[in-house]
């Protein structure tokens, strides 16, 4: 586990990188040599740690013979990342901020999102009125206007026409049948979901209470991959969160994922016991 989140761009950066140079058939050192830079620093580049120069990566692109469409995308990424704002460890309100910024990068680059909801609709798949009932507790409506719009708006990255990501919800039973919001507000709720899951990308997957006790009931947990970088697992808790990427950490969590998606009902059930719960949520007209 990291003790600081990543940079996303930087993160994604330093996978292009290193998929260039394993595809070249060079390694580390072996690079390193060619460039005349210290195999340190090349290992930094790589993990996303520290962000290579405008020059630094043409070199590099030079000698790995990347495609000029790559170079464009390398250098655009490098541009970014010297731009992204130093991590941090998340706690507290500000921290918070932070990581939602790092949380929404990730998402944006994911190629798919693994989101397992044991306590409440995945932020992605809440209706506007569910998500307000969240989150205007104790803040002024102005604010609590700001933050609806803000989660609606993540969803651009499941509804989006290109290369939208592929997004699976693995969610228990009982959060279907948590009383949040206003009257009819759970029914619309249910309903909203059932519209998403018409989508090719999204795959909904209820997690049945016979199943007893599952990793789901361990806490919520966010699973997010890429085309080239390594996974990474977002967990949130209260005021504080944290990105995990140590190999070990987050195979757990894909192992996790696995089980969870033997015993979850499949789509079409899914679907269909969404369906009845919201029919017997229906407020008379």
């Given amino acids: 586990m990291t003790a600081t989140p990543p940079r996303p761009r930087a993160y994604v950066l330093g996978a292009e990188l290193r998929d260039a140079r394993r595809k070249k058939g060079l390694t580390l050192r072996g690079l390193a040599s060619i460039l005349d830079v210290s195999h340190s620093v090349l290992v930094r580049w790589e993990h996303g740690d520290r962000v290579p120069s405008a020059e630094s990566v043409s070199a590099v692109c030079v000698v790995l013979g990347v495609s000029s469409t790559a170079q464009a995308r390398m250098h655009k990424l490098a541009r970014e990342a010297a731009a ?27 190629t798919k999102i693994t989101d397992v909801a044991p306590l409440l609709i995945p932020g992605l798949l809440q209706a506007a009125e569910y998500t307000r009932a969240i989150m205007e507790t ?6 609590a206007n700001k ?4 989660r609606q708006g993540r969803r651009d990255i499941i509804t989006r026409k290109r290369a939208p990501a592929k997004y699976t919800a693995l969610i228990l ?3 279907l049948h948590q009383p949040i919001g206003v009257p009819g507000a ?12 018409e989508r090719d990308n999204v795959e909904l997957r209820i ?3 016979t199943a007893g006790w599952t990793p789901a009931h361990a806490g919520p947990f966010v699973l997010l991959e890429f085309a080239k970088a390594d996974p990474v697992v977002h967990l949130e808790h209260h005021r504080s969160s944290a990105f995990l990427q140590d190999e070990d950490a987050v195979d757990a969590f894909r192992s996790a994922r696995d089980e969870l998606e033997r015993v979850a009902l499949s789509r079409e059930d899914s679907r269909k016991l969404i369906a009845e719960i919201a029919a017997r949520e229906q407020v008379p007209a």
Wanted: hydrophobic share 40%; charged share 25%.
């Fill in 84 to 110: 992204e704002p130093a991590p941090a460890l998340s706690v507290g309100a500000t921290g918070g901020s932070d990581q939602l910024a790092t949380l929404l990068e990730f998402e944006r680059t994911a």
């Fill in 138 to 143: 104790g803040i002024p409506e102005r604010e």
């Fill in 147 to 150: 933050r609806v719009a803000m």
């Fill in 173 to 175: 039973e009982s959060v």
């Fill in 186 to 197: 759970r029914h619309d709720q249910l309903r909203f979901l059932d519209e998403v899951a």
């Fill in 207 to 209: 997690i049945p209470a």
